[in-house]
Nanobody, 125 residues
Framework: QVQLVESGGGLVQAGASLRLSCAPS????????MGWFRQAPGKEREFVAA????????YYAESVKGRFTISRDNAKKMVYLQMNSLEPEDTAVYYC??????????????????WGQGTQVTVSS
């Protein structure tokens, strides 16, 4: 019954910023570990960022560390991915994911229980 809806994707130039949002639908999620993954055409889905239930522990893929920031607002039941200094290599469909239990972060897709449908991010050079 849990559904996650991503928004905020779009077409931008290299160096620009975007903020992706992940909102729950069907059920209210509260303080669950969350993650962002992405998948480019012809490539496997890859981990981008993860955040624990409280928001106090995060982890990033090396390719985005220092440029992307994952955060959450538990009062609003929202999770965000702030993406700065975007590069063409960041072009992909970005997916929000939720794990139904746990308190820390998780970096493997198999560790998550619910997924959104994705939002397209395209970065032109």
């Amino acid at each position: 019954q849990v559904q996650l809806v991503e928004s905020g994707g779009g077409l931008v130039q290299a160096g620009a910023s975007l903020r992706l949002s992940c909102a729950p639908s069907g059920r209210t999620f509260s303080n669950y570990p969350m993650g962002w993954f992405r998948q480019a055409p012809g490539k496997e889905r890859e981990f981008v960022a993860a955040i624990g239930w409280s928001g106090d522990n995060t982890y990033y893929a090396e390719s985005v560390k220092g440029r992307f920031t994952i955060s959450r607002d538990n009062a609003k039941k929202m999770v965000y991915l702030q993406m700065n200094s975007l590069e063409p290599e960041d072009t992909a469909v970005y997916y929000c994911a939720m794990r139904a239990s746990g308190t820390r972060y998780y970096t493997r897709a198999a560790e998550y229980n619910y997924w959104g449908q994705g939002t397209q991010v395209t970065v032109s050079s």
